[in-house]
Structure formats: structure tokens, C-alpha cells
């Protein structure tokens, strides 16, 4: 299987203490030795790393995490291959354009191969060879189809992502963060928790590293963070596992769904 | 204007030398201080990385010149803003997927506002507002179109490709390159050049930083590599001229633009 981490803030936050803790279980304290990658937006843009070897090793993990890239969304994905060879089209996120955004998916997971024969991709290729990268090429693809424009109230696309997310769930393990620059969308089958940041702030402690951060001294009272993981990367902080079918949506470091769910009403 | 650097080798070869000639150009030698960027291809993957800060200033622009990364197909740029603002997503080299592979498309040049409205995109949208991401989106909309399916013999591509990029360099001037993995392909309307270092391998002394290389402790017998820039970036070397409305394309560090011609006697 694999790891994931997401990031939702309402200001540019860097995610250099929860990746730390991610970065170990690559090959350190986890057995996620296949590879890692991660994706940062800045505005509609994206500013994304993968790279094949194990994120302990890597340089430019360490790069990113001494030189703090901050950002109101991140996607980052630690892998343990089970479906696809070890390689670089192999290594989530992995991203694609719809409607003039860079949407950007990691997955966590197993999938039957039977979806291959029975869910039929329309615009979107896989470059490599996971069950993920085809889901993500079959979902973009379903909104594409449904949704040719982005829709002004974009409530109808999020309950088509539930609705394909439990299709695919009915392949297997399928837990997943999608992002197109300000919403964090995650779904989840089996694990994901999250914990939200804001005042008043204070300590946490990685479980993975011997590392402590006092969130006083790095926050502003306005700020609001939310971290999103397949396993809490933290002591001494109230994670809130995501239920099994559930699909979260934040926003500005705020969990959104309500207001898809309050439209409907 | 903006700057150019690619590369094709036949075996996986770092640019560690010719990028540190171009960086001096991003705000040092050269006035390209609005971002630059850089695609690494490996396999079918590609290992991308952008910055909106001047590449002389920028510590990802260090790392790449510290540790060496190795490649077949490499295109970078080195940006000074003319259409579009300074932004992550104005950041070139663009990536979009066509067939399962990644193409990446960097532009030197600006083109007339007309091809807005000129020509039709059909496929691929712009994520920012520059007119070479406009230029790359309907350019690879128009392969899709005519070639829905990667044909076996690329050539009628190559040249669907080329007459595209003339109706391009109607709007102005268009130098670019572009890749799907394996092939580079370039197109001039005003200034590349390029070199291809093979044995006897000599020297090379950079123009824009005082540093030499020998090629023959890099490399052996057989490599065969590439190089291809808006301006020669050595001085003692044999660098080509590409001549105007020319289209050539680079296989494992070779000009296979040849074999298209011959086919087409």
C-alpha cells in the first residue's frame, strides 16, 4: 500500500514538519520505499516532484524540506508498489488539465484489474501502469464528459466524484486526495484522518521523527490548517478518522462539505 | 524574449554543464529574470521543475546544477515576460498528455494576439495566460484531432507538426521545442542552434560562467549527445544554425529529420 498526505490552508502554509514525518515512513520508520512525489499550488499553478527512489534518500526531498515551499493546497504520496513496476510515470501525484486547471490525484489502494475492461477511459491515457493513474484518468475523464465547462456552482461536480468514487470503491481499497488548485477533495475506503489547525495553536509532536514544533511561534491567529493522512502523523493532537464512503471537500483549510450538502437541502 | 535549452542523447546524460551556462542568463548575463523551467525525461515519466524566481536566485536552479540528473530528452527555458504575468502557471516548459505520453513545449518568441481568436483549441485548455501555453494547447489539440491514436510510422506527424508550426509563425515569432519522450523536436522562425558532441570528444569552455569541461573524462565512445539553444553556449565548438521555417527532430542524440524527408522522396 501506500501513504497519503494532503494540506488545505486559508494562507500559504508550509507542510515541512507533517512531510517530515511522511519522508520517514519512506523507507525509514514504513516500508514505502518505491518512490514519492508531491504537489504544491501556487495560485492556478502547480509545482510538483516525484521521484522513484525512497523519499529517505531522496535530495530533493530533503530539498523540500529544508527550503519550506509554502502553499494553500498540497497532494503528496509516499508509494509501496503493488500494481506497476518502480519507475518515474509510476510515482503519484499524478496530474492532468480540465477546464484550464491542473488537477492533481494520489491514491491509496488496490484495485481488481476487472476495471480495466469495464470502465471505459474518454479523454484522458494513462502514461504509466497503475490502477490508480487509470482511476484517475477514468474520473477526470467522467467529470470531463458530464461537466464539459466548470460549472459556476461547482456542488453537481462534487457529487459526481462521490458518485464515481463509489464506483471504484466496488474495485477495492480506494482512498484518494484530488485536488484543481483550491479545493482538497478526499475520499476514503479504509483510512484517512484529519486534523484541523487554528487558534489557539499548540504543540505537536511527530511520531515518526524526534521532532517537536510549537505552532504559536510559526502561526498568525487568522491562520487555519488542515492536515489530511492516511495514518495521524501526530502525538498530542485530536486526528478525526474520515468514514468509511465519506467524501470530504476543504476548502481554505476548512472542511467544505457542509455547503454541498446544505445546497441540497 | 525568453531563452531555450534542449537536449537528446543516446544514453542518459546529465546537462549539468550547458544549464549553468544558461542560468548565468536568468538575471546574471542575461536579463531572463521572470522564471524558468526545466523537464527531465526518464523512460515514458518526465521529472519536471518550474520557478517563477530568476534561476540565478533560485535553489531548485542549485540543486539540478549540484546533483546531477540524468536523462535522454531534456527541454528547459529561461523566461522574460512579455504576455502573461510573472506566475507558477506562466512557467514554461507546459505539459499535457497526448496517446499516454507526457508532451512538454517550451516557446521563445510572442505571438499577435489575432491567434486567439483565430484558432480553435479543442482538447487542451491553458492553465495561465501566456500565448505560448494558447500555442501549445491548439498545436496538440490539432495532433489529437488528425491522429487520435499514436500512428506506427510517426513521420506523417513530424509533418502535420511542421505545418502547424508555419501557420504559427504567421502570428510571429515561434521558436520551440517540444517532446513526447523520445523524439525532440524544434522549430525556428528566428534563432537556435545547435551541437552534437560525439567522439573525438574535446573541450568546451562555457560563455556565460568561466568553467570547462573535458568531454572525453564524461564520456564514452559511443555517447552521442545534443544540444540545442536560442544562442551557442560555448565558445570552441561547432554550433548549427537552424535555419528559418526549419523543423528538425532529434532521436538518441541524432537529427532524424532525414528519415522523414527520405520518406517522403
Redesign the interface.
Known amino acids: 500500500m501506500c501513504e497519503l498526505l494532503g494540506m488545505s490552508a486559508n494562507v500559504p502554509t508550509d507542510i515541512c514538519f507533517s512531510f517530515s514525518g511522511l519522508m520517514q515512513r519512506g523507507g525509514g520508520t514504513g516500508p514505502h520505499r518505491d518512490g514519492w512525489g508531491i504537489a504544491f499550488y501556487?495560485?492556478?499553478?502547480?509545482?510538483?516532484?516525484?521521484?522513484?527512489k525512497p523519499s529517505i534518500d531522496s535530495?530533493?526531498a530533503h530539498?523540500i524540506k529544508e527550503?519550506p515551499i509554502k502553499s494553500l493546497v498540497v497532494i503528496s504520496h509516499i508509494r509501496q508498489a503493488n500494481v506497476g513496476s518502480v519507475?518515474?510515470?509510476?510515482?503519484h501525484p499524478f496530474?492532468?488539465?480540465l477546464?484550464?486547471?491542473?488537477w492533481s490525484f494520489a491514491h491509496n489502494g488496490q484495485l481488481d484489474p476487472r476495471l480495466y475492461d469495464e470502465l471505459t477511459l474518454r479523454?484522458?491515457?494513462?502514461?504509466?501502469t497503475t490502477d490508480s493513474e487509470f482511476a484517475f484518468c477514468w474520473l477526470l475523464g467522467e467529470i470531463r464528459d458530464a461537466f464539459p465547462e466548470r460549472p459556476d456552482d461547482i456542488s453537481p461536480v462534487i457529487d459526481l466524484i462521490h458518485e464515481r468514487c463509489e464506483r471504484l470503491r466496488g474495485y477495492g481499497v480506494f482512498n484518494m486526495l484530488l485536488s484543481e488548485s483550491s479545493l482538497l477533495i478526499a475520499y476514503c475506503t479504509s483510512k484517512l484522518s484529519w486534523l484541523t489547525r487554528r487558534t489557539p495553536f499548540g504543540q505537536a509532536r511527530l511520531m515518526d521523527e524526534d521532532m517537536i514544533v510549537d505552532f504559536c511561534h510559526e502561526t498568525t491567529d487568522s491562520d487555519i490548517v488542515t492536515v489530511i493522512a492516511t495514518e495521524p502523523l501526530t502525538h498530542d493532537e485530536p486526528w478525526t478518522p474520515v468514514k468509511k464512503g465519506q467524501l470530504t471537500v476543504f476548502k481554505g483549510g476548512i472542511d467544505a462539505e457542509y455547503r454541498y450538502s446544505a445546497q441540497q437541502e
Chains 1, 2 share one sequence.
Open positions: 501556487d495560485g492556478k499553478g502547480v509545482r510538483a516532484f516525484h521521484d522513484p535530495e530533493i530539498l527550503h519507475c518515474l510515470e509510476n510515482t496530474i492532468r488539465e477546464w484550464g486547471y491542473s479523454f484522458y491515457r494513462p502514461v504509466g
